[in-house]
């Protein structure tokens, strides 16, 4: 059940406090603690909603109001100098020759996601940097999105516009723009350029006269419209046409139904999506559509989520059954749910989605990247020994190399991943309705804002967040200035302590809560505020009793140690590179796999004492490395000896806790689990009496029937799973392994079968695959079977029908060959693909 959202101490508590040296000798305090900020007046400084909107309880600043310093601004600067600020030269859908994007009528190619999901994330981060080369680059694909308009109100790519990931042709796909208008509000925000107004509003007026049956098709543009009603509402607070709100009845009516429950189990579209409801309720008024995001975000942990980290397992999708540590979620829906959680924050005031968005910014985001911000992987999990090249499907959705650290591939996160640090930089403070600034998001900064009666102030956060426990503003003022100030206490910390110019303030806050600090305030005071971080073992008793460490807002991982291994990727997404090009790249940009040094098959001892290290500052560099992290824990543990990697190289599932072992008792050293890239964070507990489980150690080997080839097999896929002996639910099966012919279409295709020795073989049975509804994969038009007789292949003899049928096995029974080897020949359908999920050799 949600808290209730309403103040939960009406009175003010008044105190007269000292004043420090050179400010006034007596100052009256009004101190209340709250659930979220009172709404009875509208902020005067800043744009928030309007009638009959809901009151915003939470405004967003202007961006450049927040300047990070510390750990963030040079993780923002890694950002910058790494992969993401140079992207233009490493990826193809960045070429300017012939970019639909840049195109005025918007002709060309590269016209869907990429382009606008790597410049929502690098014009932000050129914007928190204040860097002018990267403010210049960003605005020249502003400026093509603004001169792309055209009479009818359309902008950006147009007919013909489509790609790797949909089978929407042109205007069709609303999808892209409504990132690309993520993009044009933050420039506006910065530039004030009424171009975008005018933008927004003429293409609002095309989208208002489309018809209901054109109106957001298709399977991303109606999963992922939320952001759509966003941008509406958006223009609408700043321009109050009333037109506009029948436009976002009409967005909510056509957008997948997260207001019913979840509804998707595709890992972005969940992080990104399940706010949609409460986005809604700011118009609809229902309180179910209020409680609707928070609905969708338990029930997805309840299911997918019983780990560290703040994420859920789905990598790609969330599968039955696929719920232990080892599954993985995409880079995109870490940075998509940091942003849910700050756009959520500002919605509702509560401060569960502060505390949701440090739990993924701290403990999943960096450890997506490589430390220096050079490489990504698509997946990152909780419990992830090893981060290499090799195929892990089916234990992972995907096949391919989805752990790989690489610049070069990993398409939509490689794009999309630039958002998480801006973002969260941009939302570490808010302004309030009543004229206040609001602390939310700690870490090193300054903050210059409009306060109280139109009063500029300046604040400085100084703190080693989230690795030491103290937070001191310090307050620049011109004159003297009345105003609160709020402070969130995260729902970890029981003792929050705040002094203001070194005296004390008594206030009962609570955790999750926040503390509303009312005063006049003067030129350099100075708060305090303290938030105890205590070591707590959290147990997870859904999954098999595993339990993991935290200190304050961050969860600590096995140190295993890392060894990297350069692995040459260039090229991966451009095949029309030269080698010449390819060996540069690969010099300039390396991808690296990341090998275990040291054993990682560890249960803890949770009843021992944990021992905290306290290291200094944090670094100038990175914090987010296993040697540079500025808090370390010792704990006890012992190796469970059954715990082994599985037969699809991912670390074995947990089984249930005690664990038995009889292994000595160790001291581990445990790291924030940003800092592990490769990484055990819910750990087995270990236990040596008869209550104890004795584990079973995992599967190694699959049962192969044969060898298997093919003509051609998508780099994702693997031509095994066709005799992996693993069969289908249906012929969409996702869940398994599969191999397919992708990108390959309308062509002549064979998958052959090789026996170690000739065998008599009499009938096959083959399981298509296709992904009708959401890919372009379909059963083939026709296919024949062939046996090989020294170097030649001959037809087998029948009169069985070559079966295409979805769902099913098609059997062929033919005269007995002896062979050894049979091939299928496949004709794929004109404009679609095809692929085998399971094939039998009797």
């Known amino acids: 059940m949600l808290p209730m959202h309403r103040a939960i101490s009406t009175a003010a508590v008044c105190?007269?406090?000292?004043?420090?040296?050179?400010?006034?000798?007596?100052?009256?305090?009004?101190?209340?603690?709250?659930?979220?900020?009172?709404?009875?007046?509208?902020?005067?400084?800043?744009?928030?909603?309007?009638?009959?909107?809901?009151?915003?309880?939470?405004?967003?600043?202007?961006?450049?109001?927040?300047?990070?310093?510390?750990?963030?601004?040079?993780?923002?600067?890694l950002q910058a100098d790494g992969f993401h600020g140079h992207l233009m030269e490493i990826s193809p859908f960045l070429d300017t020759q012939g970019n639909a994007w840049l195109d005025p009528k918007g002709r060309g190619e590269r016209g869907w996601e990429e382009v606008p999901y790597w410049l929502k994330g690098y014009l932000n981060c050129a914007y928190v940097l204040?860097?002018?080369?990267?403010?210049?680059?960003?605005?020249?694909?502003?400026?093509?999105?603004?001169?792309?308009?055209?009479?009818?109100?359309?902008?950006?790519?147009?007919e013909g516009r489509t790609g790797l990931a949909t089978k929407l042709r042109g205007r069709d796909d609303l999808w892209p723009n409504m990132i690309m208008l993520y993009c044009l509000m933050d420039y506006h925000d910065v530039t004030r350029d009424e171009r975008v107004i005018t933008l927004m509003q003429r293409y609002f007026r095309y989208?208002?006269?489309?018809?209901?049956?054109?109106?957001?098709?298709?399977?991303?543009?109606?999963i992922r419209a939320g952001d759509q009603l966003a941008a509406i509402h958006w223009l609408f607070n700043r321009t109050g046409e009333d037109w506009l709100l029948p436009l976002a009845e009409k967005t909510h009516r056509h957008t997948a139904r997260w207001d019913e429950g979840l509804i998707d189990w595709h890992n972005v579209n969940i992080a990104q999506a399940f706010r949609e409801p409460t986005q809604w309720w700011v118009q609809s008024h229902d309180d179910a559509h209020r409680r609707g995001a928070e609905r969708n975000w338990t029930q997805i942990r309840q299911m997918y989520g019983q780990v560290p980290g703040g994420m859920f397992g789905a990598d790609e999708n969330c599968r039955p059954g696929y719920d232990d540590p080892h599954q993985a979620v995409e880079t995109c829906g870490l940075v998509e749910e940091m942003l849910s959680d700050e756009i959520l924050l500002g919605l509702t005031g509560d401060m569960v989605w502060a505390d949701r968005c440090e739990d993924v910014a701290f403990n999943m985001l960096p450890a997506a990247f490589t430390a220096d911000m050079g490489a990504l992987r698509y997946l990152t999990a909780p419990n992830q020994p090893v981060s290499d090249a090799e195929n892990h499907s089916p234990g992972i959705q995907n096949g391919g190399p989805m752990f790989l650290m690489s610049p070069h591939r990993h398409r939509c996160c490689q794009h999309n991943a630039g958002h998480g640090w801006p973002y969260y930089a941009q939302h570490l403070w808010y302004a309030t309705p009543d004229n206040?600034?609001?602390?939310?998001?700690?870490?090193?900064?300054?903050?210059?804002?409009?306060?109280?009666?139109?009063?500029?102030?300046?604040?400085?956060?100084?703190?080693?967040?989230?690795?030491?426990?103290?937070?001191?503003?310090?307050?620049?003022?011109?004159?003297?200035?009345?105003?609160?100030?709020?402070?969130?206490?995260?729902?970890?910390?029981?003792?929050?302590?705040?002094?203001?110019?070194?005296?004390?303030?008594?206030?009962?806050?609570?955790?999750?809560?926040?503390?509303?600090?009312?005063?006049?305030?003067?030129?350099?005071?100075?708060?305090?505020?303290?938030?105890?971080?205590?070591?707590?073992?959290?147990?997870?008793?859904?999954?098999?009793?595993s339990v993991s460490v935290d200190r304050g807002?961050?969860?600590?991982?096995?140190?295993?140690?890392?060894?990297?291994?350069?692995?040459?990727?260039?090229?991966?997404?451009?095949?029309?590179?030269?080698?010449?090009?390819?060996?540069?790249?690969?010099?300039?940009?390396?991808?690296?796999?990341?090998?275990?040094?040291?054993?990682?098959?560890?249960?803890?001892?949770?009843?021992?004492?944990?021992?905290?290290?306290?290291?200094?500052?944090?670094?100038?560099?990175?914090?987010?490395?296993?040697?540079?992290?500025?808090?370390?824990?010792?704990?006890?543990?012992?190796?469970?000896?059954?715990?082994?990697v599985d037969q699809h190289g991912l670390v074995g599932a947990l089984q249930d806790s005690p664990a038995f072992t009889?292994?000595?008792?160790?001291?581990?050293?445990?790291?924030?689990?940003?800092a592990a890239r490769i990484r055990i964070s819910a750990f087995p507990v270990a236990g040596s009496d008869s209550s104890a489980t004795t584990w079973t150690e995992p599967k190694q080997t699959f049962r192969k029937q044969f060898n298997v080839s093919a003509s051609h097999t998508h780099e994702t896929d693997t031509a095994t799973a066709a005799a992996d002996s693993i069969v289908p639910e249906h012929s969409g099966d996702r869940v398994i392994s599969r191999h397919t012919f992708w990108p390959n279409k309308g062509t002549l295709e064979w998958v052959q079968a090789s026996f170690d020795k000739p065998r008599r073989v009499r009938s096959v049975s083959v399981y298509w695959f296709d992904d009708a509804g959401d890919g372009f994969c379909r059963v083939p038009a026709s296919w024949t079977?062939?046996?090989?007789?020294?170097?030649?292949?001959?037809?087998?003899?029948?009169?069985?029908?070559?079966?295409?049928?979805?769902?099913?096995?098609?059997?062929?029974?033919?005269?007995?060959?002896?062979?050894?080897?049979?091939?299928?020949?496949?004709?794929?359908?004109?404009?679609?693909?095809?692929?085998?999920?399971?094939?039998?050799v009797e």
């Open 662 to 674: 009889e292994e000595p008792v160790e001291t581990v050293r445990l790291i924030p689990m940003g």
């Open 436 to 545: 206040g600034l609001a602390a939310v998001l700690y870490s090193a900064s300054t903050v210059t804002a409009r306060v109280g009666k139109d009063t500029e102030v300046t604040i400085e956060q100084q703190t080693r967040y989230p690795f030491g426990d103290t937070v001191r503003f310090n307050v620049r003022l011109a004159a003297p200035a009345k105003f609160p100030l709020y402070f969130r206490i995260p729902a970890w910390c029981d003792d929050p302590g705040v002094r203001i110019n070194g005296q004390v303030v008594k206030e009962n806050a609570q955790p999750g809560q926040l503390l509303r600090v009312e005063r006049q305030w003067a030129d350099d005071d100075r708060v305090e505020l303290t938030l105890p971080m205590q070591v707590r073992v959290r147990t997870w008793e859904a999954n098999h009793g």
């Open 553 to 644: 807002p961050l969860t600590y991982a096995l140190d295993i140690g890392e060894n990297y291994r350069r692995y040459e990727d260039a090229g991966a997404q451009n095949k029309e590179l030269t080698d010449a090009q390819v060996a540069e790249l690969n010099r300039t940009w390396p991808a690296y796999e990341i090998l275990p040094a040291g054993a990682w098959n560890f249960g803890l001892l949770p009843e021992e004492p944990i021992r905290v290290e306290e290291r200094g500052a944090v670094a100038e560099g990175s914090p987010w490395t296993p040697d540079a992290s500025p808090i370390v824990l010792w704990a006890k543990a012992r190796k469970i000896p059954q715990w082994k």
């Open 785 to 840: 079977l062939s046996y090989r007789e020294g170097d030649t292949w001959h037809r087998v003899a029948t009169t069985d029908e070559f079966g295409v049928y979805k769902d099913q096995f098609n059997t062929v029974t033919f005269e007995p060959v002896y062979s050894d080897a049979l091939r299928l020949e496949v004709q794929l359908q004109d404009e679609f693909s095809a692929g085998v999920l399971e094939w039998k």
């Open 207 to 222: 989208l208002e006269k489309l018809p209901e049956d054109k109106f957001l098709v298709g399977y991303w543009p109606k």
């Open 15 to 77: 105190l007269a406090l000292g004043a420090h040296a050179g400010a006034q000798t007596d100052q009256t305090i009004s101190v209340r603690h709250l659930q979220e900020p009172g709404t009875d007046m509208r902020n005067s400084h800043y744009v928030s909603n309007r009638p009959p909107l809901e009151p915003s309880r939470l405004i967003k600043l202007p961006i450049g109001s927040i300047r990070p310093q510390g750990w963030l601004a040079h993780q923002l600067r």
């Open 130 to 158: 204040n860097d002018e080369q990267m403010i210049a680059e960003a605005h020249r694909w502003i400026e093509g999105a603004l001169n792309s308009q055209q009479d009818d109100g359309w902008f950006g790519p147009d």
